[in-house]
Every structure is written in C-alpha cells, then in structure tokens.
C-alpha cells in the first residue's frame, strides 16, 4: 500500500509550521477583541512547553481565554462575544496580557 501525504500549508515537515500558526491564530483572536498588534513571542511559546503545555490547540486556548479576560477587565460592561465582522472590532482595547 502507498500512502501519499501533502503537506499544504507546511506544518507537518516544517516544526516551526504549528508555532506560525499559533502565532497567528493569536493575533487573529486578539484583533478579533479589540486588541492591536498582539504578537506570541517564540520564547513564550518555549515557556508554554516548559511548563507541559505542548499542544498548539492548548496554547491556542489558554491565550485566547486570557485576551477574553483581559478585554472583559478593560471593558466589563460590553457584552463580550465575537463581533459580526471579524475585521471590525466592538472596541479597541491597550495592551495585553501576558502569556
């Protein structure tokens, strides 16, 4: 049996595919709240894993839960969720948290 594997967007033969894509799956979340220019660093990423935290889809969700938490504690009177239009913000919030 042959068993052929695409590779389309570079993850699986390329390590630093899953980290880009963490990247930018945080910085997509982060704009999405209201937050500009949110960047994972490649050392908070190392961070993550040093503490066990390996799994991209993990990291994902514990830095999306923390913008969620520090957009809530910026703006605890907006009702929180996804804004309609993904490139157009309810708010616009400063800074960020750290991971």
Known sequence: MNIFLFDM???LLTPVGYHKALK???ERVGQM???AGV???TEEIAAFEAAGVTSEWD???ICSA???GEAIRQQPNVPWHLPP???K???VLRGRPDF
């Open 66 to 68: 923390l913008l969620l």
């Open 24 to 26: 930018q799956t945080v």
């Open 85 to 87: 239009a993904p490139n």
């Open 89 to 91: 913000p309810s708010v």
């Open 33 to 35: 709240l209201g937050f």
């Open 9 to 11: 967007d570079g993850v």
């Open 59 to 61: 990291t994902a969700a």
């Open 39 to 41: 960047e994972l660093t």
